[in-house]
C-alpha cells in the first residue's frame, strides 16, 4: 500500500492530478458540505506532538467524507506510550481498528522508517524538525490559487530555518519548478540543505519577493538559552508591509508567537488563513486517493511512499 511520508514523493504530473482532486473537494465542500463516499471507513489520527490545524482539519476532513476517526490527539500520556509501548506496537495495533493511520512524531524519521512495516496506510502529519508533507501540499496549492502557476515566483522562507520541518517539504516541492529561493534567518538558525540565498532581515528581501513565508522560532527543539537570544527576531508589522509589492502574499504554517503583527491580518495580502482552509481540501483528496483511488486519480502516478 502506499503512504506519504515526504515532499519527495510527488512530482509535477502528480501534483496536477492532485490538485484537480481537491478542487473537487472544495467544490463538494462549498456546495454540500460533503459526502458519504469514505462511510465505514475509520482513520486514526495518532499524535505524539501537539497540534491545532493538522489533527483537526484531517478530523474534518474524514468526518465530511462520511468517515470515523479514533482520535488519539490529547497526548501520549493518555495511551499505552505512557506504560513504555514502543512505537512500532503502536501502529501494529491501531492498523487492525483502521484503515489508514495519521501520525505525528518528534523523532525525525521515525515515522518514515516504520512505515513499510506497516500494512495499513500511514500518512506522516510532521516528523520530527525532518518534513511536514502534508503541509506542503496544501501550502503549494495556496499558492497555486493565488498566482495560478509556480514558475517564475520568488519565495524568501522566514525564521527557524533549521527546524522548520514545514520548509523543508515545501523547499523540496518548490524545486520542481522555476522558483527563486531565499532564507532570511539568524545564522544560528540557518539550514544547509539548500542553496538559496540567505539574509538575516525582512527588510532585505520584502520588496521583491512574491510569497513572504514566516514561521515561528521553535522554543520546543532547542535549549532555552539559545532560544532565548532569538526569540521575537522577526516581527511583520503594517509599517514592513509598506515595503512590499501589492501583490505578494504572506504565508505562515501557524502557530504564530509574535513573528505577524495581528493587524497584518486586515491586509489583502495576508493569505494565512486561506493557506489554512486549504489544509482542508487538500487532506480530503489525500484521504480520498489512498482509500478511495478513482481510474484517473490512481497513485501509480506516485512513488512508492
Known amino acids: 500500500m502506499k503512504n506519504i511520508l515526504t515532499a519527495s514523493q510527488w512530482d509535477k504530473k502528480s501534483l496536477k492530478n492532485l490538485f484537480k482532486m481537491t478542487d473537487r473537494m472544495k467544490s463538494l465542500v462549498e456546495r454540500r458540505g460533503g459526502d458519504d463516499s469514505l462511510k465505514h471507513k475509520v482513520m486514526t489520527a495518532l499524535f505524539y506532538e501537539s497540534s491545532t490545524r493538522t489533527s483537526s482539519s ?11 476517526v479514533i482520535p488519539i490527539t490529547q497526548g501520549i500520556e493518555f495511551s ?7 512505537f512500532y506496537d503502536s501502529l501494529r495495533t491501531l492498523e487492525q481498528y483502521s484503515d489508514v493511520i495519521v501520525v505525528r512524531h518528534p523523532e525525525t524519521g521515525l515515522i518514515e522508517s516504520t512505515a513499510p512495516h506497516i500494512k495499513t496506510p500511514i500518512i506522516s502529519a510532521g516528523s520530527g524538525s525532518g518534513e511536514h508533507p502534508t503541509q506542503s501540499l496544501l501550502d503549494l496549492y495556496t499558492i497555486k490559487q493565488r498566482f495560478g502557476s509556480i514558475d517564475g515566483l520568488k519565495i524568501a522562507f522566514v525564521g527557524d530555518i533549521t527546524n522548520g ?25 540557518q539550514w544547509n540543505g ?13 520588496h521583491d519577493v512574491d510569497v513572504l513565508y514566516m514561521t515561528r522560532i521553535q522554543s520546543e527543539r532547542m535549549d532555552k538559552s539559545d532560544y532565548d537570544k532569538v526569540k521575537g527576531y522577526y516581527n511583520l508589522t503594517p509599517e514592513t508591509m509598506k515595503l512590499a509589492k501589492e501583490d505578494m502574499i504572506v504565508m505562515h504554517p501557524f502557530p504564530r508567537v509574535n513573528e505577524i503583527d495581528v493587524e497584518v491580518d486586515n491586509d489583502p495580502r495576508a493569505w494565512y488563513f486561506r493557506q489554512i482552509e486549504s489544509g482542508l481540501f487538500i487532506r480530503m483528496a489525500l484521504l480520498k486517493l489512498l482509500l478511495k483511488p478513482e481510474r484517473e486519480f ?5 512513488k512508492q511512499g
Open 165 to 189: 520541518r514545514t520548509i523543508h517539504s515545501l523547499t523540496t516541492l518548490l524545486n520542481l519548478y522555476d522558483t527563486e529561493i531565499s532564507y532570511v534567518s539568524p545564522t544560528s538558525l
Open 194 to 206: 539548500d542553496n538559496g540565498d540567505r539574509y538575516d532581515k525582512i527588510e532585505d528581501v520584502i
Open 298 to 302: 490512481k497513485f501509480s502516478i506516485l
Open 80 to 86: 499505552s506510550v505512557s506504560k513504555g509501548e514502543t
Open 58 to 68: 484531517f478530523i474534518a476532513a474524514m468526518q465530511r467524507l462520511g468517515g470515523s
